[in-house]
Structure formats: C-alpha cells, structure tokens
C-alpha cells in the first residue's frame, strides 16, 4: 500500500471538516424547532441538566484518541453556539474584561452568550434581579487567600440562588508591549495576584518597584501604554490589551484555585452530584455549635465547608455559611435542614447545584 501524503492526509481532513459542518448546522435546525417549542410552551431555553446529560453521554462513549475533556470544551461550544439560536442568554459577571472572573464565565457558558462586565458584585446580584441578565458570577473563594466576603455579605439581603459553581485554576502572567524583562522598570497588578507572585517578583525583579491597581485588567490597561512596565494579569488579557507574555505562570504556589459561583432567580435541578449551601444564625446559647452540627452528623452528610461572619446589625453575634454534599430535595438533607432550624433565628437555603469536578 502506498503511503500517504501530507496533501492527501488534508483532503481527507477537509473532507471530514466538510461532513461536520454539514451536521452542526442540522444540529442547529433541530435547535431553533426546539426554541420554537420552548416559545409556545414558555418553558426555559437554557436547560443545564441536559447540557451535563449530553456531555456525560458523549464523554462516555468516546473511545479517543480525541482527548474526553476536548469533547466537553468543543461541545459546549456547540451548545453555547445553538442556545444564541433559541434565544440570546445575558450573564451579568464582576469585570471588566479580562480578569479571572471573565475567564470563569467563559468557561462555564462558552463564547456565544452575552457578557457583561459589572463594576461591583453588588452590581451582578441587581442585574439578575432585575431581570436584565439571566445568572451572574461572582468570586466567592480562592485557594490560597481565602473567601471574598463581600459575595457572602450579599447572600444576607438577596433572594437570588446559587445554580452552579465554577472552579477556575489560576495562572499568573507577566505580561509588557516588548515581551523582554529587561525593559521592565515598573510592575502593576491587583494585590491579589503581586502576594501570590510575591516570591518570583523577589527573585527574578528584585529592585523593580510594584504598584498596586485596582484590578488584574487596569494593569493590562496601563502596561498597554507604557514600554517601561509590565502587569501581572491572566492570558486572555495579553489578547485583549495585545501584550507580549514576558514569563508565563510566575504564581508561587501550584494549585491556586479560585472558586466562583453562578447566582439566578430559580434552583438549579437535581443532578445526582450535588452541594448545598446554607446560611443561618444561631440564638446565643450554651453548646450552640454543637447542637448546630448536631442534625447533620447523626444523619452522615458530609459538611465540605463552614466560616463565619460577624451580623453587622448586632455587634458579637453571627451568620454562619455552611455548604454540605447532597441536594436540598434529599429527604436526609431536608430533614437535617428542617431540625437545625429549631436552633436557629433563621435559616436559608442559598442553593443547591451541581459539584464542580
Ligand atoms: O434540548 C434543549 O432543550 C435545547 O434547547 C437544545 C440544547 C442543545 O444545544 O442541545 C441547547 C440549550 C439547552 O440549554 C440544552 C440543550
């Protein structure tokens, strides 16, 4: 048999590219009857327990060598791409453009649907509120610096649920206009990301002077301007501000992740794989802590989290922010739920959603 050439290899390849094109754009029919479905029955266009059910399907079944989570990314284009079809999704996320929370959203939604930066996580909770976008997405913890308070704060006065989280791995890149580290004389970032790079900036910058900005992407913004500087920012603002990477991942610790959460009007279905999260203050009593715990471990749920925060109307007294395994509509967890409120001033369920991998 003779071999084959790198011209035939690609004619076969166009071939193929020629066959899926054909079936994404069938695909896209079938899609936009099923909008038109969703329309007269005026149920919701965006359906997440399908997308998981499509994704876990295919993942499943896929014998490579295309990479299985490739199969994820491709089709949760795909799906973003057919859903813009139905009906154009809004998502409200804490911006601007190019940070890490950006990133997040991309992520979860794919490319297709509409995002809007917002200037303050008050701002994303008013916008799904208002109905102008349909999720929102904020930072609620990171691995190396702890929870965002303000995110839990917000849970205090809002009525909005959490439908999913987002665990995002974070990467630190330095970035300039000349891509070499000896025109550096300055570096910019958030100062998040200068004490998480803080080790790599002593060693390899030592008598460069750090500033501290507002966020990852002002920094991109100003370095965009000026030769001399350099920002510390995440890749995808080395696109959008076209900087050169000068080092990639300067982060001094390895597994730095940040965990987001997506926040809608509704609850997030079932989905076999889930977390609650639950917030509630305690009457101030003797053995209170003990007692708050107690409905949860004579029932074997698993507790993934637990912090506190002062109540800001009433001085030494506090809220409690719990996230437990398991789905609310578990007669267990409901159980558990319904028990602790009897030690509690109150309880609220913020949502129960699907456990990020
Ligand atoms: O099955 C649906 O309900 C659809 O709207 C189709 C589809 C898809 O592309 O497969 C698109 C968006 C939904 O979130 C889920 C699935």
């Not at 303050?120 to 965002?148: C, D, H, Q, W």
Request: with cysteine.
């Amino acid at each position: 048999m003779t071999k084959k050439t790198l011209a035939d290899l690609r004619k076969e390849i166009d071939t193929l590219d020629d066959r899926l094109l054909e079936l994404l754009n069938e695909r896209a029919s079938r899609v936009i009857e099923v909008g038109r479905l969703k329309a007269g029955s005026k149920s919701d266009f965006h359906v997440p327990s399908r997308e998981r059910e499509i994704y876990e399907r295919l993942q499943g079944q896929n014998s490579g060598p295309f990479p299985n989570e490739a199969v994820k990314s491709v089709f949760r284009e795909i799906i973003s791409a057919s859903l813009a079809l139905e009906a154009p999704m809004k998502v409200a996320f804490f911006g601007p453009k190019a940070t890490f929370t950006h990133m997040a959203t991309m992520q979860h939604f794919g490319l297709s649907a509409e995002l809007v930066p917002q200037k303050s996580i008050p701002a994303v909770f008013e916008e799904v509120e208002k109905g102008r976008a349909l999720y929102g997405v904020i930072p609620v913890e990171n691995s190396t610096e702890g929870m965002v308070s303000h995110t839990l704060d917000m849970f205090m006065d809002s009525e909005l649920k959490i439908n999913a989280e987002i665990l995002h791995e974070i990467h630190h890149y330095l970035l300039s206009r000349t891509g070499r580290i000896e025109d550096i004389k300055k570096v910019c970032s958030h100062q998040q990301p200068i004490a998480q790079c803080r080790n790599w900036l002593a060693e390899n910058l030592p008598n460069v002077p750090v500033v501290d900005v507002a966020s990852t992407a002002v920094a991109a913004q100003i370095v965009s301007e000026d030769y001399t500087a350099a920002a510390i920012a995440s890749e995808l603002a080395a696109s959008m501000y076209d900087l050169k990477i000068v080092r990639e991942r300067i982060e001094d610790q390895v597994n730095n992740f940040t965990r987001f959460l997506v926040i809608g009007k509704k609850m997030a279905e079932k989905s076999g794989d889930d977390k609650t999260s639950l917030m509630f203050s305690v009457k101030d009593e003797v053995g209170i802590l003990y007692h708050m715990l107690e409905p949860f471990a004579k029932r074997g749920i698993n507790l993934s989290k637990i912090e506190s925060r002062p109540l800001k109307k009433k001085a030494w007294e506090y809220i409690f922010f719990l996230d437990l395994m398991g789905h609310i509509s578990d007669p267990a967890i409901a159980a558990a739920v319904q028990e602790l409120k009897s030690c509690c001033q109150f309880v609220k369920v913020l949502g129960s959603y699907p456990r990020a991998k």
